[in-house]
């Protein structure tokens, strides 16, 4: 395959337009009377998030086809219009006409305009909300909307359902009004509320119960809040005099719960009020709140039109009590991008081609949109590639997300690293299911199917990027081609495969196939594999074993892939070794092999033991300094990326996990981690000591004592065959062991190696310490010691024969001959024999219990080698008349403790 190197992309007019300032409206008021039939097209309307849009004639309003939303896969997904150009500050009515597609009953439909004002931050205004409709009719949707705000790097009119997967028809979109002079902005007076005199004019919203309490608060008094039934129920203070249209505000507030309450959600919110309009409102900033510690809920907010009051206000999880003080609102002025060395220029000049950052539209616009076109050439679409969000019902594709990164790419010359064309997660159920829902099997007609839906998902996209690129020079460089597909841990599949419905279906092979179709339908772009924790060492092998593989097969992998969710305590030395083992892979079977690092960040919680999104592992804050921790990530990406130079010469791409630390997935998984500082650039999009470490280590500040755990890497179970009945005395390697600071480290694990095992499963416990006293998470394995298969062959003769006969009352006895028919040995204290009547209670049975007479331990006495025999007695005593049959078991073990036994029946004919 051909190599796409870096291109210099043209600049599109239009999209820049939107990436900054769009043209003011002239203070003189202008009519505005836009429509949308969709009788020649959309109309410039698209799909939000998984939404799929296309023009149908099977149901229309006015005309002869209207709009039809399909593939809805959340309630706030459905058909979108950038209004930008639309509708310049000013008032307006709009109206939709709506109808359900024919089947679906009832629902209802809202209708919503995005609203994020250059340097502030997004509001939901609600212009009709929960308007009932149904399949048998159109319904019209309207309402009146007013904004102010001159320049929005985002205006999206769309509608929207509660039921997240309904499917509507939308046509005669209509929006009438006149423009406006943009509102200047005007002042905002802070307000403070430390509730040490009184509730300071805060109220009960809803049931809630508010009051002023003298003590308890964070220096004093604070807010009581309680009685609360309904999440919106709450403590509310009017701030009408401190908003102002156009200006950003920060609100902040400390809130604890109650004594002895489980953790909860809090939001701080806005409702604003305007008569004619919808009461709109909006989420300012939300925090898990817990009774052990005051929390501060904190976020900014823009004011976008006039309103007649406004009141903020605390909701959350309905029930909760708690106290909140120290509230602030107050003007908040935008940083700017800082004028400092561009992540791009530096590591370019070190030799990596692409500098990459996962990103969706958010920063795509405004502040983020400058920052990522200052520090990176390329991107990876965080989800917008994604099976799901693709496509999520067969056969309906939905590129709108896509296609407006794309677009950006398009603008600013930014190359694409595409994520993911076959993955086992956020893949829709039904891609593993045949037509009537039922789970699909690896019969071969369930594989054909598979492999068909893979083939028809990969194809779809290559027809949808060669149609928006015909001349070929579409941005996107490389592919995610399978993700994820090792497992961490030991398993029965190959190489430790993940169990996954693409393995259970397809086995190893779907690996291949995958790869094979992207190599024909994306002939010019590099093919990647990409997995997490490729730098744990057990890992490591199973992954670079697969690798292997699928280069012996003839497969056409470009390279592999090193996810890089890694934290500050795992030593970076692992990954060095990493892709060290790449580059000798490579070498040793003659086929080059790219690198590249796709997802990088550093979690500053104790462990990451997993980067696996269905992880419900527990990472905890390494310490509650959280500028020392901070620091301390700089001076592990300062020795991450000195080791990443030494393999510059094959990795051809870095690639961040995210923007900024505000937008990190570490803060939200498996649960909120606000402590997370994980890339280089912070919450307000300025450099931290992670940007310093990449860039310029000497300015980083004095490094913080040692507070990081070592780590122990996972280790597969050891397998060994017995020597004996007593197990085997067994050598291991401990598990690798190192340090951040310190470097490798030796662990001390009991049992110890060389200690005899006993046969069966036995779990060795490693313990660590670093030269700080830091202890490391205790590192488990099993070792696991199974006899191998015995050479012997037992067997047993009643010399009787098959039936034996016996009188009323009278004992009976009943010899077996028993020996070693094979090789090896028996060993005749493991001796040991019982029978089981089994035919008790029919019809003509008498009961009967044959057991070992007295004299038989002489067997116990001696072994069994390849030969031998000997012979032991059953006797019984019947009581009546009839017949018995037992099945005896003779059992012993063999020299190497395997269990070795055999069964006989017996019957027992008893009479007078």
């Known amino acids: 395959m051909r190599q796409r190197r870096l291109r210099a992309g043209a600049l599109a007019t239009g999209l820049l337009a939107g990436l900054g300032t769009v043209v003011a409206p002239s203070a003189t008021a202008a009519a505005v009377d836009y429509t949308a039939g969709f009788e020649s097209g959309t109309s410039g309307w698209t799909g939000r998030g998984t939404t799929g849009v296309a023009v149908s004639t099977d149901q229309a309003h006015g005309g002869s086809s209207s709009l039809l939303a399909t593939g809805r896969t959340a309630n706030w997904h459905g058909p979108a219009l950038d209004a930008r150009t639309v509708m310049p500050a000013g008032r307006y009515t709009i109206e939709a006409w709506v109808r359900l597609v024919a089947g679906t009953g009832a629902d209802t439909v809202s209708l919503t305009v995005a609203r994020t004002p250059d340097g502030g931050a997004a509001a939901y205004d609600s212009v009709a909300n929960g308007v009932a409709v149904t399949d048998s009719g159109w319904t019209r949707v309207s309402g009146t909307y007013e904004f102010a705000t001159a320049n929005n790097s985002q205006l999206e009119l769309y509608l929207e359902s509660p039921d997240a997967t309904q499917a509507f028809y939308v046509d005669d979109v209509r929006i009438t009004g006149e423009t406006a002079a943009p509102v200047q902005p005007g002042t905002t007076p802070p307000v403070t509320t430390a509730f040490d005199g009184g509730p300071d004019g805060w109220t009960a919203r809803g049931d809630a119960t508010v009051a002023h309490v003298t003590a308890g608060g964070r220096s004093g008094g604070a807010l009581s809040v309680s009685g609360r039934t309904q999440t919106w129920h709450g403590p509310a203070l009017d701030v009408t005099p401190n908003l102002a249209v156009g200006r950003t505000v920060e609100a902040s507030v400390w809130a604890r719960l109650a004594p002895g309450s489980a953790p909860a959600q809090l939001t701080l919110s806005i409702q604003r009020d305007r008569a004619g309009t919808q009461t709109a409102y909006e989420n300012i900033a939300g925090a898990e709140v817990t009774a052990d510690a005051w929390t501060r809920i904190r976020g900014t907010y823009t004011l976008g039109s006039p309103v007649d009051r406004a009141q903020v206000y605390v909701e959350g999880t309905a029930g909760a009590a708690f106290l909140i003080d120290d509230f602030t609102l107050q003007p908040f002025a935008e940083t700017p991008v800082q004028d400092v060395p561009a992540l791009k220029d530096v590591l370019g000049a070190q030799g990596f081609e692409h500098v990459g950052v996962a990103l969706d539209q958010r920063e795509t616009t405004g502040r983020p949109a400058q920052l990522v076109q200052k520090h990176f050439n390329a991107f990876t679409p965080e989800n917008d590639g994604k099976p799901e969000s693709v496509q999520p019902t067969e056969g309906t594709f939905t590129f709108g997300n896509l296609d407006r990164l794309l677009d950006f790419a398009d603008a600013t010359g930014t190359q694409v690293y595409g994520h993911v064309l076959v993955w086992h997660s956020q893949t829709p159920a039904w891609v593993f299911q045949r037509p009537d829902g039922t789970p699909l099997t690896n019969s071969p007609a369930d594989r054909a199917l598979l492999e068909q839906r893979m083939e028809t998902h990969i194809k779809a996209i290559a027809d949808h990027v060669n149609a928006r690129y015909p001349d070929g020079n579409s941005p996107i460089w490389a592919w995610d081609v399978v993700n994820e597909v090792i497992a961490d841990g030991d398993n029965a599949n190959p190489h430790d495969m993940r169990d996954s419905r693409w393995f259970q279906v397809l086995g190893e092979g779907f690996v291949d196939h995958a790869f094979r179709l992207a190599d024909q339908y994306f002939p010019d772009a590099k093919l990647f594999i990409n997995d997490y924790n490729t730098e744990m060492p057990e890992k490591r092998a199973d992954y670079l074993g697969l690798v292997s593989s699928l280069i ?49 960040d550093v979690s500053t919680s104790t462990e990451m033991a997993s980067a696996d999104v269905n992880s419900t592992g527990a990472p905890e804050r390494a310490t509650p300094d959280d500028a020392a921790a901070g620091v301390e990530n700089g001076y592990y990406y300062r020795d991450l990326f000195a080791a990443l130079r030494e393999h510059s010469g094959s990795i051809e791409s870095v690639t961040f996990w995210g923007i900024s630390n505000a937008r990190t997935w570490l803060r939200t998984w498996p649960y909120p981690r606000p402590w997370e500082r994980p890339l280089p650039f912070d919450d307000d999009l300025q450099v931290t000591p992670a940007y310093w470490g990449v860039v310029d280590p000497s300015k980083l500040p004095a490094r913080p004592a040692d507070f990081l755990i070592p780590r122990l890497a996972a280790k597969d179970p050891v397998r060994v065959s017995s020597t004996s009945p007593a197990g085997a005395e067994v050598t291991f390697t401990p598990p690798v062991a190192g340090d951040t600071r310190d470097g490798v480290l030796s662990p001390t694990c009991t049992p110890a190696s060389g200690s005899q095992f006993p046969i069966g499963t036995t779990r060795v416990t490693c313990t660590l310490t670093d030269e700080a006293g830091n202890q490391a998470t205790p590192g488990v394995f099993d070792v696991v010691v199974t006899p191998p298969p015995t050479t012997t ?25 028993f020996g070693n028919e094979g090789t090896g040995t028996l060993l005749g204290r493991t001796f040991g024999h019982s029978c089981t009547q089994v035919n008790a209670g029919a019809a003509g049975s008498t009961p009967l219990a044959l057991e070992l007479a007295p004299g038989s331990a002489h067997t116990t006495q001696r072994n069994y080698p390849a030969g031998q025999n000997g012979n032991f007695t059953l006797r019984a005593r019947p009581t009546r008349t009839g017949t018995a049959v037992l099945d005896c078991t003779l059992s012993l073990q063999d020299s190497f403790g395997a269990q070795v036994s055999t069964t006989t029946r017996i019957t027992v004919d008893v009479r007078k």
């Open 552 to 600: 012996e097969r003839g497969v056409p992998i470009d390279g592999v892939g090193h996810q890089a969710h890694v934290d500050f305590g795992r030593p970076v030395q692992w990954l060095d070794d990493s892709l060290t083992a790449v580059e000798e892979l490579s070498a040793q079977e003659g086929h080059p092999l790219a690198q590249v690092i796709t997802e990088l």
């Open 793 to 817: 062959k037992l067997y047993q003769r009643v010399n009787h024969g098959p039936v034996v006969r016996a009188n009323v009352n009278q004992t009976v006895q009943v010899v077996v001959q």
